[in-house]
Structures are given as structure tokens and as C-alpha cells.
């Protein structure tokens, strides 16, 4: 187990868990945490030992409450503030493993704690969770990907209308909108974020990464391209064996 200041790393039986730990803040998304989250990143992409990655947030309110604001206070503008927090490209980092992430969502999950779990693959919830993305009200955008990976997840014209009125979404219609695979209850989120990460875990590494690879990649691809992709992974993946 790896403790930082502001996440807990563990490791157990081929899975990952990330716990954004900040939960007297609602889990908020510091500068600590960006650097934190990009060696822990790092750690998953490079240790073979991690097959999968559940991320969760600490405490019983929130999976993330969005950047944290208080630093917005310390530099001259929010702007500034969220220039130096995106000097790492983190979310570029974290788009780019090729190993299944599943994110289990409970509380508040606003701001980058959305952009965290749509960086993720496969997105479980528990009934409380509440989805908002604030960043207009405060005069910022979404900077880490958000932009480009919710209307991917739930389509242009839902996206737009979150985005612009504000308008917090909560676990049925989440669901609905597919912004969330399954919703749960609180105790079962964690039990089946395990289960779902157990089973994937026992499956070939590669062919597990190749078919995320397949999917996520193949999205932002003609359909001719996507299916060139899809017999190159396939047609590596059978010399391999
Ligand atoms: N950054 C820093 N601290 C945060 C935070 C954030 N984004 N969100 C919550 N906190 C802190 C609060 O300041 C409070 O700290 P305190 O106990 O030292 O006063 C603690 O977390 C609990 O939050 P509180 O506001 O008391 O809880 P609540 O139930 O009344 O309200 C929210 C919950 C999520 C509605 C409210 O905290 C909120 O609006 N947070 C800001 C969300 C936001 O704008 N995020 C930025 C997105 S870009």
C-alpha cells in the first residue's frame, strides 16, 4: 500500500484501488492531489501486477466535490489557478491506460470528479450519488476532458444542457442517460465494483487491454478504420498465443 497525502493506493489480487482521500472537503481535487493522481497513474500503467483499477472516493458524502475552490483564492484568477493545475497532463495520461477502470460513484460527484469517472471505463453508482458540472457558474470551463468526454458518454444536446444550466442529475437519470452503467445500493457499490474487477482480473491481460483498446479507440474512428483496428488487434493477439 502506497499512502499519499491526499489518495490511498492499494493493491490486492491484480486490482488497484484508488481512494480519493480528502473527505473533510468532500474529496475536493487539489493541486496535491493532481500530482498525486499522476504517480499513482503512472503506477498502474507500468506495474503488470495491476490487471484493473476501481477508483472511489473516501468517507460518506462524496466521490469528489470538483476542483478545490479555496485554491482558486490563492492565485490571482480561477484561470490561473487552473492553468497551473493542467501543466501535467494528467488527464491525458489517464485516457491513454489501456487497462479497464471502473469508478464506483456515491454523494457528490461534481466538476472533475465527473472527468475522473469518465476517464473511467465502466461506471457503477449508488443511489445517493448527484452529478453537476459547476464550472460555467464559476466563469471556467471543464479543462479536464470533460467537454469531450460527456457528450461522447450521453450525446451533444444532454451534455450542452447540464453543462449550461447546472442542472445536477441524480442516480435514475444518470442512468438513463447512460452516464452510469448500473446503480446500486450504497452497501452493494463496492461489493460489485469487486466483483466485476475480480472477474476481469482472471481474464488474458492483453486480450482485455486490446478490447478496451478496440472500443475506445475504434470511437473516434470511420467505421472502416475501426474495423482495419479490430483485425490488427485481433490479428496480433492470435500470433501472440
Ligand atoms: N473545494 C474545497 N472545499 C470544498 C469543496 C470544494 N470544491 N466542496 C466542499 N468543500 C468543503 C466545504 O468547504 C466544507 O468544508 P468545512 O467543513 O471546512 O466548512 C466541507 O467540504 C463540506 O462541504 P459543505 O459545503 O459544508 O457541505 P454541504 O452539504 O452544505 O454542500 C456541496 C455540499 C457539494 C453542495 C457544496 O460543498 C459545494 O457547492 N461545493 C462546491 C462545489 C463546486 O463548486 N466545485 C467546483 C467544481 S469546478
Known amino acids: 500500500m502506497s499512502n499519499f497525502d491526499t489518495i490511498i493506493y492499494q493493491k490486492q489480487n491484480g486490482i488497484a484501488?484508488?481512494?480519493?482521500?480528502?473527505?473533510?472537503?468532500?474529496?475536493?481535487?487539489?493541486?496535491?492531489?493532481?500530482?498525486?493522481?499522476?504517480?499513482?497513474l503512472g503506477a498502474i500503467k507500468d506495474d503488470p501486477e495491476v490487471k484493473?483499477?476501481?477508483?472511489?472516493?473516501?468517507?460518506?458524502?462524496?466521490?469528489?466535490?470538483?476542483v478545490d475552490i479555496t485554491e482558486f483564492l490563492t492565485a490571482p484568477s480561477p484561470i490561473i489557478a487552473r492553468?497551473?493545475?493542467?501543466?501535467?497532463?494528467?488527464?491525458?495520461?489517464?485516457?491513454?491506460?489501456?487497462?479497464?477502470?471502473?469508478?464506483?460513484?456515491?454523494g457528490y460527484v461534481l466538476g472533475s470528479g465527473i472527468e475522473i469517472a469518465l476517464c473511467c471505463d465502466i461506471r457503477l453508482a449508488s443511489e445517493d450519488v448527484q452529478f453537476g458540472l459547476p464550472e460555467p457558474q464559476l466563469g471556467i470551463i471543464p479543462a479536464a476532458g470533460?467537454?469531450?468526454?460527456?457528450?461522447?458518454?450521453?450525446?451533444?444536446?444532454?451534455?450542452?444542457?447540464?453543462?449550461?444550466?447546472?442542472r445536477w442529475i441524480k442516480a435514475d437519470e444518470a442512468h438513463r442517460l447512460?452516464?452510469?452503467?448500473?446503480?446500486?445500493?450504497?452497501?452493494?457499490?463496492?461489493?460489485?465494483?469487486?466483483?466485476?474487477?475480480?472477474?476481469?482480473?482472471?481474464?488474458?491481460?492483453?486480450?482485455?487491454?486490446?478490447?478496451?483498446?478496440?472500443?475506445?479507440?475504434?470511437?473516434?474512428?470511420?467505421?472502416k478504420q475501426g474495423l482495419e483496428l479490430e483485425a490488427r488487434l485481433a490479428d496480433l493477439i492470435s500470433r501472440s498465443h
Open 178 to 223: 447512460k452516464l452510469v452503467n448500473r446503480v446500486v445500493s450504497r452497501k452493494e457499490l463496492l461489493p460489485q465494483a469487486e466483483r466485476l474487477a475480480r472477474k476481469i482480473a482472471h481474464f488474458d491481460p492483453v486480450a482485455v487491454s486490446y478490447a478496451k483498446q478496440a472500443i475506445i479507440r475504434g470511437l473516434d474512428l470511420s467505421l
Open 52 to 66: 484493473v483499477a476501481i477508483f472511489r472516493g473516501a468517507g460518506e458524502r462524496a466521490f469528489c466535490a470538483g
Open 83 to 106: 492553468q497551473a493545475r493542467w501543466e501535467r497532463d494528467v488527464w491525458g495520461l489517464f485516457l491513454s491506460l489501456t487497462k479497464p477502470l471502473i469508478a464506483a460513484l456515491h
Open 17 to 40: 484501488y484508488v481512494i480519493l482521500n480528502r473527505p473533510h472537503a468532500l474529496n475536493a481535487y487539489n493541486l496535491k492531489m493532481r500530482d498525486e493522481l499522476y504517480q499513482v
Open 146 to 166: 470533460g467537454s469531450q468526454t460527456l457528450p461522447r458518454v450521453i450525446g451533444g444536446a444532454k451534455a450542452l444542457e447540464i453543462l449550461l444550466s447546472g
